[in-house]
């Protein structure tokens, strides 16, 4: 095919076959079944890409073409996919990149779809792979006791618990989860309902979070990082917990009893943190070296937090074994039942929609049509779940506002999903929650508030966020 494109641009881009390869949708045609067919297939689909760039980069080439959107991201796909060298006879080669050859870009960088410039694959484990973005819900919930109390006075009224999302935060597929607990709780603080306590799945939590929370009046209850430590990974030696730290002189002594020789602090992985070592004579003379370490110096070397950070960490992993703790923490799990309901009732999974801006929008939207449901029912207790069209369901007017509403509670939880395409979605999906409880008591049993809250965004009251079950 050759064509020109303005008077004043010479340049002809001449590519045979094009108009064949491109005239049908990508789900219009079956790719070769050799895996050597499709090698070189992508091989041409690079030479294509890479001769209209060419044209369009070339000297006497309009400016405007440059500008264009969709060839802006041509040229960034084939940069990201394709790799041009010379051999050695002086030919030019272009190949598909490979990650341990050519190298191929980070994740949260590499273009992943051709159709959607923001959706971004992402895996979970072994199993689960999947292409597109991940959302965060958030909820209102109740403590055990408060949950008691509250299902017995509307036992006695005959009204449903309420329950409703506060926050909904969506992100590309990469994003790791611990990068949305920040947002989600100035999301939250934003509103008005500043969390008291958060519930969060093991994804979410930092010592850095922890502690900055903590400054704020919320409390992270979640599964705090583990000690990751060879002897902590064998339960078996003397684990970090093992030594204890002098912070003011500036040393940890051993098990043993010997102290440390070297206190050093440094930057690890864009974080500050402190290396002790101990002396070579002390460890290589101590009789329990083989429980303390296994390095080939034969020397112990432990990587510390600063301070605050390290006896926050520290208060988290001693506090998790209780059971105490561990039954406080089981009230994270309803938000499970909050993200199967939205899968259920507005097909969350799939993205309707490209770009980052509209999933979020179609997400927010997902999340006010669950409210709205679960208001009709808390309003309806004795309605039906499932009601035939004919029969028309008019909601009563919700009662008076309150100062506050009672037993309102937070909860999030990370669902992922696929990106919607031209050849069509690829589904994947795995959820995390967190959940939160606002330390403020005391409130008005009146539920009305909360009703006019979702109506009134501007006056937003404070509420009570705690836990769901």
């Not at 689909?45 to 041509?74: H, K, N, S, Y």
Request: hydrophobic letters at 35%.
């Amino acid at each position: 095919m050759r064509s020109r494109l303005g008077a004043g641009w010479p340049t002809a881009v001449d590519i045979p076959e094009l108009a064949h390869r491109c005239e049908e949708r990508v789900n219009g045609w079956t790719m070769p079944s050799s895996k050597s067919k499709r090698d070189r297939l992508a091989v041409v689909f690079g030479q294509d890409a890479l001769t209209l760039c060419r044209a369009v980069w070339a000297p006497g080439a309009p400016g405007w073409l440059q500008e264009i959107e969709p060839v802006a991201f041509l040229r960034r796909m084939l940069v990201q996919t394709y790799y041009v060298s010379t051999d050695a006879r002086g030919r030019e080669v272009i190949v598909k990149r490979e990650a341990d050859k050519e190298g191929v870009p980070p994740g949260h960088l590499r273009l992943a779809s051709p159709y959607d410039p923001d959706a971004r694959w992402a895996a979970k484990g072994d199993d689960l792979f999947w292409l597109g973005y991940k959302v965060h819900l958030t909820e209102t919930c109740d403590t055990s006791a408060e949950a008691e109390a509250e299902a017995e006075a509307e036992a006695e009224a005959e009204v449903l618990p309420l329950r409703l999302i506060t926050d909904v935060f969506t992100t590309e597929a990469s994003v790791p989860d611990v990068k949305a607990t920040r947002p989600v709780q100035q999301n939250l603080t934003g509103r008005g309902l500043t969390p008291g306590e958060h519930y969060l799945d093991a994804g979410y939590p930092s010592a850095d979070l922890i502690h900055e929370a903590a400054g704020q009046g919320i409390a992270m209850v979640t599964p705090a990082l583990l000690d990751h430590s060879p002897q902590a990974k064998a339960d078996a030696g003397f684990q970090k917990s093992a030594f204890r730290i002098d912070w003011k002189v500036r040393q940890a002594r051993c098990p043993q009893g010997r102290t440390s020789t070297g206190w050093f602090p440094v930057r690890q992985h864009g974080r500050d943190a402190i290396v002790v070592q101990f002396a070579r004579t002390d460890c290589h003379a101590c009789p329990v070296q083989d429980k303390c370490t296994t390095s080939a110096r034969g020397t112990r070397i432990l990587s510390l937090r600063p301070k605050e950070l390290h006896e926050t960490l520290t208060e988290a992993r001693a506090e998790q074994p209780t059971k105490t703790w561990k039954t406080k923490y089981a009230l994270r799990a309803g938000i499970e039942g909050t993200i199967n309901q939205a899968l259920d009732v507005t097909g969350l999974r799939r993205a309707r929609y490209r770009g980052l801006p509209k999933v979020r929008l179609q997400h927010a939207f997902s999340a006010t049509a669950v409210n709205v449901i679960r208001l009709e029912a808390h309003w309806n207790p004795k309605q039906p779940s499932f009601t035939p069209r004919i029969q028309q369901t008019h909601l009563p007017q919700p009662p008076t506002r309150s100062p506050n509403p009672e037993g309102c509670g937070s909860g999030s939880g990370a669902a992922e999903y696929s990106a919607a395409t031209e050849a069509g979605p690829l589904i994947g999906s795995s959820f995390e929650a967190l959940t939160w409880r606002c330390a403020d008591s005391g409130h008005s049993t009146d539920r009305g508030c909360v009703v006019q809250w979702a109506a009134d965004s501007q006056q937003s009251p404070s509420t009570r966020t705690n836990p769901s079950a």
